[in-house]
């Protein structure tokens, strides 16, 4: 919240991703993902525009973070930012996240604020195809903390993941995936009180309704007709930081 701050005084439309965005929309939800999920929080991650580059720069410099300069060099759409002090990483990403899939954040930064909005937190976890138990834990506490709908307002809004995913097979296909393994399997594994499990199985219902009902692009349906004979996503090579 210091970084988030001293970039709202710069006009800087820096927000929050990840873990740390999920831990501070779902304050309801703080017990759930500290002491029953042990959710243990690593990097920090953020989100702005491209042109706002050169100033984030300056913003972490003048907060003492160093510039990871081999990253620099290779990565198009991405900083990591060290704090030796404290030994903290920050990632801080251009316009997009682009990974098995790409999110773009063109318009939403002025939705939500100090994170990204709940339906792009949810994207950015269910893009991933080899889904990690961090990203499921964070992925059980959005699902019990906010209902689903159609708008933005501490809501994860249904229509704007459906209208998202109606153009775009390869991501529908992971994103849809990752929701049933989640309702059920994944969270089975994990000693929940029964109203949270319901709570949670019963929104993600919900989700994947409002996606089933959207109509899809034509590009959607041609891609559907090749399936998971042809490789739908990208491979994720990790940054060794």
């Known amino acids: 919240m210091r970084i988030i701050k001293a970039a709202d005084e710069r006009g800087i439309p820096l927000r929050l991703m990840g873990a740390v965005a999920v831990r501070i929309h779902s304050p309801g939800s703080l017990k759930l993902h500290t002491e029953i999920l042990n959710r243990i929080l690593t990097d920090i991650d953020f989100m702005t525009y491209m042109k706002y580059a050169k100033q984030v720069r300056k913003l972490f410099k003048d907060l003492n973070y160093v510039l990871d300069e081999a990253v620099a060099r290779i990565a198009e759409s991405r900083d990591i930012f060290h704090d030796n002090y404290n030994n903290r990483i920050v990632d801080v990403f251009y316009d997009k996240l682009d990974m098995c899939h790409t999110i773009n954040f063109k318009g939403r930064l002025e939705v939500d604020h100090p994170t990204i909005p709940l339906a792009d937190i949810v994207l950015e976890k269910l893009q991933i195809v080899k889904i990690n138990e961090k990203d499921i834990k964070d992925l059980i506490v959005l699902f019990n903390e906010h209902p689903i709908g159609d708008t933005d307002k501490e809501t994860i809004n249904a229509k704007y993941i459906a209208k998202l995913l109606a153009k775009d097979w390869g991501f529908w296909y992971t994103a849809t995936t990752n929701l049933k393994k989640l309702r059920d399997k994944f969270i089975n594994m994990y000693k929940l009180p029964e109203d949270i499990v319901n709570r949670v199985k019963s929104r993600i219902n919900e989700l994947l309704e409002a ?14 007709k090749i399936g998971t004979s042809k490789k739908w996503y990208k491979e994720v090579e990790e940054v060794i930081r």
């Not at 899809?216 to 559907?224: L, N, Q, T, Y």
């Open 211 to 224: 996606i089933d009902k959207e109509p899809k692009s034509m590009k959607w349906k041609m891609r559907a």
